[in-house]
Protein backbone atom coordinates (compact mmCIF):
# COMPACT_ATOMS: atom_id res chain seq x y z
CA UNK A 1 0.00 0.00 0.00
CA UNK A 2 1.54 3.42 -0.71
CA UNK A 3 2.13 5.98 1.53
CA UNK A 4 0.35 9.28 1.17
CA UNK A 5 0.83 11.81 4.24
CA UNK A 6 -1.10 15.05 4.49
CA UNK A 7 -0.10 18.10 6.27
CA UNK A 8 -2.89 19.88 8.40
CA UNK A 9 -2.86 23.81 8.64
CA UNK A 10 -4.17 24.97 4.84
CA UNK A 11 -4.71 21.53 3.92
CA UNK A 12 -6.71 19.63 5.62
CA UNK A 13 -7.92 22.54 8.14
CA UNK A 14 -8.70 26.39 6.75
CA UNK A 15 -6.42 28.10 8.65
CA UNK A 16 -5.53 31.03 6.65
CA UNK A 17 -9.42 32.05 6.80
CA UNK A 18 -8.97 31.73 10.34
CA UNK A 19 -6.49 34.19 10.49
CA UNK A 20 -8.25 36.51 7.86
CA UNK A 21 -11.03 36.45 10.48
CA UNK A 22 -9.09 37.29 13.16
CA UNK A 23 -7.32 40.07 11.30
CA UNK A 24 -10.20 42.00 10.20
CA UNK A 25 -12.21 41.50 13.16
CA UNK A 26 -9.36 42.58 15.69
CA UNK A 27 -6.80 44.44 13.92
CA UNK A 28 -6.55 48.03 12.53
CA UNK A 29 -6.31 47.66 9.18
CA UNK A 30 -7.06 49.27 5.79
CA UNK A 31 -6.60 45.70 4.03
CA UNK A 32 -9.64 43.98 2.74
CA UNK A 33 -10.78 40.07 2.71
CA UNK A 34 -9.77 39.90 -0.56
CA UNK A 35 -6.39 41.47 -0.50
CA UNK A 36 -5.59 38.87 2.61
CA UNK A 37 -6.20 36.12 0.05
CA UNK A 38 -3.94 37.54 -2.51
CA UNK A 39 -0.66 36.71 -1.15
CA UNK A 40 1.23 35.74 2.45
CA UNK A 41 0.35 37.80 5.41
CA UNK A 42 3.72 38.68 5.62
CA UNK A 43 4.12 40.34 2.70
CA UNK A 44 0.58 42.13 3.66
CA UNK A 45 1.05 42.77 7.48
CA UNK A 46 3.16 45.47 9.74
CA UNK A 47 5.95 43.19 11.54
CA UNK A 48 3.88 44.65 14.78
CA UNK A 49 0.58 42.79 13.55
CA UNK A 50 2.43 39.80 12.27
CA UNK A 51 3.66 39.32 16.42
CA UNK A 52 0.14 40.39 17.36
CA UNK A 53 -1.00 37.09 14.96
CA UNK A 54 1.71 34.59 16.57
CA UNK A 55 0.53 35.34 19.75
CA UNK A 56 -3.18 34.57 18.96
CA UNK A 57 -1.89 31.45 17.21
CA UNK A 58 -0.11 30.47 20.11
CA UNK A 59 -2.79 30.61 22.30
CA UNK A 60 -4.40 27.69 23.58
CA UNK A 61 -7.99 26.90 21.48
CA UNK A 62 -6.93 28.41 18.55
CA UNK A 63 -6.88 24.93 16.68
CA UNK A 64 -9.77 24.07 18.37
CA UNK A 65 -12.19 25.16 15.94
CA UNK A 66 -10.91 25.83 12.92
CA UNK A 67 -13.24 24.98 9.81
CA UNK A 68 -12.32 21.47 7.77
CA UNK A 69 -11.48 22.45 4.32
CA UNK A 70 -14.47 21.61 2.03
CA UNK A 71 -14.40 17.74 0.89
CA UNK A 72 -11.73 17.05 3.15
CA UNK A 73 -13.40 14.83 5.56
CA UNK A 74 -14.72 12.69 2.35
CA UNK A 75 -11.96 12.33 0.36
CA UNK A 76 -9.60 11.81 3.31
CA UNK A 77 -11.77 8.84 4.25
CA UNK A 78 -11.68 7.55 1.12
CA UNK A 79 -8.37 7.85 0.95
CA UNK A 80 -7.73 5.63 3.52
CA UNK A 81 -9.07 2.60 2.29
CA UNK A 82 -6.11 2.77 -0.97
CA UNK A 83 -3.58 4.64 1.26
CA UNK A 84 -1.70 4.30 4.13
CA UNK A 85 -2.26 7.37 5.38
CA UNK A 86 -0.48 9.75 7.64
CA UNK A 87 -0.56 13.53 8.67
CA UNK A 88 2.21 15.71 9.61
CA UNK A 89 1.11 19.00 11.25
CA UNK A 90 4.50 21.57 12.05
CA UNK A 91 3.66 22.50 15.93
CA UNK A 92 7.06 22.67 17.04
CA UNK A 93 6.47 26.89 16.27
CA UNK A 94 3.65 27.09 18.50
CA UNK A 95 3.63 24.47 21.19
CA UNK A 96 0.29 25.41 22.60
CA UNK A 97 -1.10 23.89 19.74
CA UNK A 98 -0.46 20.25 19.94
CA UNK A 99 -3.65 19.39 22.15
CA UNK A 100 -5.58 21.59 20.15
CA UNK A 101 -4.04 19.84 16.87
CA UNK A 102 -5.10 16.56 18.25
CA UNK A 103 -8.25 16.72 19.21
CA UNK A 104 -9.56 18.69 15.86
CA UNK A 105 -7.52 15.52 14.16
CA UNK A 106 -9.41 13.16 16.76
CA UNK A 107 -12.92 15.03 15.96
CA UNK A 108 -12.82 15.02 11.94
CA UNK A 109 -10.71 11.99 10.84
CA UNK A 110 -11.51 9.85 13.96
CA UNK A 111 -10.05 6.71 11.07
CA UNK A 112 -6.66 8.32 11.34
CA UNK A 113 -4.90 6.46 13.99
CA UNK A 114 -2.78 8.06 16.61
CA UNK A 115 -0.15 6.24 15.43
CA UNK A 116 0.00 7.86 12.38
CA UNK A 117 -0.10 11.37 13.25
CA UNK A 118 3.18 13.51 13.32
CA UNK A 119 3.95 16.60 15.24
CA UNK A 120 7.37 17.99 13.98
CA UNK A 121 9.33 20.64 13.16
CA UNK A 122 10.60 20.47 9.71
CA UNK A 123 9.37 17.44 7.22
CA UNK A 124 12.46 16.11 5.43
CA UNK A 125 12.49 13.19 8.39
CA UNK A 126 9.15 12.07 7.03
CA UNK A 127 9.45 8.90 5.07
CA UNK A 128 6.36 8.44 2.00
CA UNK A 129 5.47 8.01 -1.52
CA UNK A 130 3.66 11.12 -1.37
CA UNK A 131 3.45 14.42 0.79
CA UNK A 132 0.60 17.35 0.24
CA UNK A 133 1.37 20.40 1.25
CA UNK A 134 0.67 24.19 1.34
CA UNK A 135 4.56 24.92 2.08
CA UNK A 136 7.24 24.54 -0.89
CA UNK A 137 10.14 24.45 2.18
CA UNK A 138 8.22 21.26 3.32
CA UNK A 139 8.22 19.75 -0.38
CA UNK A 140 11.98 20.58 -0.92
CA UNK A 141 13.66 18.16 1.77
CA UNK A 142 10.57 15.68 1.14
CA UNK A 143 12.12 12.70 -0.71
CA UNK A 144 8.83 11.51 -2.28
CA UNK A 145 6.50 12.73 -5.01
CA UNK A 146 5.44 16.52 -3.05
CA UNK A 147 2.10 17.80 -3.89
CA UNK A 148 1.46 21.68 -3.49
CA UNK A 149 -2.12 22.58 -1.89
CA UNK A 150 -2.86 26.05 -3.17
CA UNK A 151 -2.74 29.12 -0.54
CA UNK A 152 -2.16 32.74 -0.56
CA UNK A 153 1.82 32.26 0.41
CA UNK A 154 2.32 29.82 -2.75
CA UNK A 155 0.57 31.22 -5.87
CA UNK A 156 3.79 32.12 -7.75
CA UNK A 157 5.54 29.06 -6.99
CA UNK A 158 5.13 26.63 -10.65
CA UNK A 159 8.07 23.77 -9.42
CA UNK A 160 5.78 21.11 -8.18
CA UNK A 161 2.57 19.56 -9.26
CA UNK A 162 -0.94 21.39 -7.77
CA UNK A 163 -3.85 20.76 -6.34
CA UNK A 164 -6.27 23.77 -5.30
CA UNK A 165 -8.98 21.79 -3.59
CA UNK A 166 -10.09 18.25 -1.99
CA UNK A 167 -11.65 17.87 -5.03
CA UNK A 168 -8.91 17.92 -7.31
CA UNK A 169 -6.88 15.67 -4.44
CA UNK A 170 -9.86 13.04 -5.16
CA UNK A 171 -9.03 13.12 -8.94
CA UNK A 172 -5.37 12.88 -8.56
CA UNK A 173 -5.33 10.01 -5.84
CA UNK A 174 -8.31 8.45 -6.18
CA UNK A 175 -9.98 8.27 -10.20
CA UNK A 176 -6.48 6.11 -10.84
CA UNK A 177 -7.41 3.36 -8.14
Known sequence: MLRLTLDMDDVLADTHS?????????????????????KALRELLHPKQLSK??????????????KVKEGAEETVYKLSRFYELFVATAC???????KDKFDWLHKYFPFIPWTNIVFCGYKSIIQSDYLIDDHVRNLVAF????????????LKNTSYKRVSNWKEVSELFLHAV
Do not use: Q, Y
Open 143 to 154: KGEGILFTAPHN
Open 53 to 66: LHKVIDTPGFFADI
Open 18 to 38: RLVEIILNDFSTTLTEKDLHS
Open 92 to 98: MEFPNSF
